[in-house]
């Protein structure tokens, strides 16, 4: 038997099958080892009153956030072969949980915040859970949903930038509806491409996947919390 191209720093022969598993699995222990930063982070925004230049405008504020989040993930790429990679994608899930606290701090000034809070944790999971399982099962390619969903997150992009000069609600709105859609089925694209052998390295899956959760779990709660919020 030929050794596999993919044999994940193995020596001898690997299946297909048994590589896209051990990724998957790699993938998905990452991914939950992720949250735990994650939480700390927006504990750790929560108790100091974490905001990311505060006293700049919304628009340095945002680019400040990019450059950071972009230099965290241009590391994770360079490092991903490595378990170095491991720490740096840590590191960069607890930057986005300091970055979290801003919108908890907000859901969590109405009475029924905690709950808010727990229901969108709890939809993102069911949101996950499903893609996550039409991705495994399904004979269907939806590989073909990449270019279309990059260019979604493009137009998000655009969206909430100008709605940093323009504060419209209603695009506001427009652009978390458009977030949780896009992202959603982007848990799809990405949750198949390990299982087809698209992605054969777990810490970039990981990556991936969390970005999704991610901004699943920030437009719902925001969502909730305009149309759920109580402030009795």
């Known amino acids: 038997m030929n050794e596999h191209p993919y044999s994940f720093g193995r020596t001898g022969a690997v299946s297909t099958v048994e590589t896209r598993n051990r990724v998957l699995r790699n993938t998905y222990w990452l991914l939950a080892l992720s ?3 994650t939480v700390l982070g927006a504990w750790v925004g929560l108790a100091t009153g974490f905001s990311l230049f505060a006293a700049t405008s919304p628009a340095m504020s945002m680019l400040a956030f990019f450059a950071i989040a972009f230099g ?3 590391a994770i790429e360079k490092t991903k072969d490595s378990a170095a990679g491991v ?3 840590l590191g960069f899930t607890f930057f986005m949980g300091l970055m979290l606290s801003r919108i908890l701090g907000f859901v969590l000034g109405f009475s029924n915040g905690p709950s808010l809070i727990m229901l969108a944790f709890g939809g993102t999971g069911v949101i996950f859970a499903s893609m996550a399982t039409i991705a495994t099962v399904s004979k269907r390619d939806f590989s ?3 270019k279309w969903l990059f260019m979604g997150v493009i137009v998000l992009l655009l969206a909430s930038v100008a709605n940093v000069f323009l504060h419209l609600p209603a695009l506001m709105l427009t652009v978390s509806v458009m977030a949780i859609v896009i992202f959603s ?4 694209f990405d949750v198949q ?3 087809n052998g698209g992605e054969t390295n777990y810490i970039t899956a990981a990556l991936a996947i969390y970005l999704d959760l991610y901004n699943v779990f920030v437009n719902l709660l925001a969502l909730l919390g305009i149309f759920g919020g109580n402030r009795n």
């Open 72 to 74: 965290f993930m241009f």
């Open 193 to 195: 491409r390990v299982v």
């Open 87 to 89: 720490f740096v994608l």
């Open 185 to 188: 089925a982007y848990m799809l």
């Open 35 to 37: 949250m735990i930063p």
């Open 144 to 146: 073909g949903l990449g």
